[in-house]
């Protein structure tokens, strides 16, 4: 037992260090003065904002969309389900910048789709609702997913009880499963928003400006080197990981309630 123990431990050491080890070396490395003049450009925290706001408006969408069809991945028996359930996984498995030329071809103004929403003033190419829409496609099944599971743990005696003391399917869902299922659906929230930040492939192809954070370090590498691009990927991920910290405290809390 004790050995067993001792390599789990080890291995998951090992683990531990190979995650973060690059995030501490690029941090501990880059040069402070050179931080603080990064972290007052205006450009960098312009795109900074930008990921954070597009990413968040992702994850709104995704849960206005994907809780929906979580429940009934969860609830409902049909044919086609786990093809369905395979059509969610699908942007996961699929190369982002390959999916960034789809979603072109679908929403650019010269095709159908992008052509029709054009008409109407709105435009995906080169603008904040593209990267938007390029963030969600690629990190909605991680909601989706969580969902799901939440869904999946609640008991659907408890709805079959709320439906026999007179409640309706909507008041049974939002007053039954969906409170029971908050954390999942946080939790699933929490991985969409920031998988939407770190979204490179898609967005460039889609919307390369107004440049987002990580295209923004893409940029500053290719163009000055990694003396310049370093100091903007380490607010970047200092960042992300004061909102993912904070994120989970809330989380955490909520549990503890």
Same mark, same amino acid.
């Given at each position: 037992m004790k050995t067993f123990h001792l390599v789990f431990t080890l291995l998951s050491?090992?683990?531990?260090? *190979? +995650? =973060?080890?690059?995030?501490?070396?690029l941090i501990t490395s880059s040069d402070p003065a050179l931080l603080r003049?990064?972290? +007052?450009?205006?450009? @960098?925290?312009?795109? !900074?904002?930008?990921? *954070?706001?597009?990413?968040?408006? &992702?994850? =709104?969408?995704?849960? *206005? !969309?994907?809780?929906? !069809?979580?429940?009934?991945?969860a609830r409902w028996s049909f044919p086609g389900k786990s093809f369905l359930q395979g059509l969610v996984d699908l942007p996961i498995m699929i190369p982002h910048t390959a999916m960034g030329v789809a979603l072109l071809m679908v929403y650019g103004k010269k095709f159908v789709i992008g052509s029709a929403f054009s008409k109407l003033g709105i435009s995906f190419v080169g603008t904040e609702l593209g990267i938007s829409l390029a963030m969600a496609y690629v990190s909605l099944p991680f909601l989706v997913n969580a969902a799901r599971d939440g869904f999946l743990s609640v008991n659907p005696r408890l709805e079959r009880v709320a439906r026999t003391l007179g409640a309706t399917p909507w008041q049974t869902f939002f007053q039954v499963t969906l409170p029971l299922s908050r954390r999942a659906i946080l939790g699933g929230a929490i991985m969409m928003w920031a998988r939407g930040i770190s979204e490179f492939g898609a967005v460039v192809i889609l919307a390369y400006h107004p440049?987002? &954070?990580?295209?923004?370090?893409?940029?500053?590498?290719? $163009?000055?080197?990694?003396?310049?691009?370093?100091? @903007? &990927? $380490?607010?970047? =991920?200092l960042l992300c990981l004061l909102i993912f910290a904070v994120l989970r405290w809330l989380a955490s809390r909520d549990r503890s309630i």
């Open positions: 050491i090992f683990l531990l260090v *190979l +995650l =973060i080890t690059p995030i501490v070396n003049t990064t972290i +007052l450009d205006r450009e @960098v925290l312009d795109a !900074l904002v930008l990921t *954070l706001k597009t990413a968040l408006w &992702a994850t =709104i969408a995704g849960i *206005l !969309l994907g809780v929906p !069809l979580a429940y009934i991945l440049m987002v &954070a990580p295209i923004l370090i893409w940029e500053r590498f290719e $163009s000055y080197g990694l003396k310049y691009a370093r100091p @903007v &990927a $380490s607010i970047l =991920i």
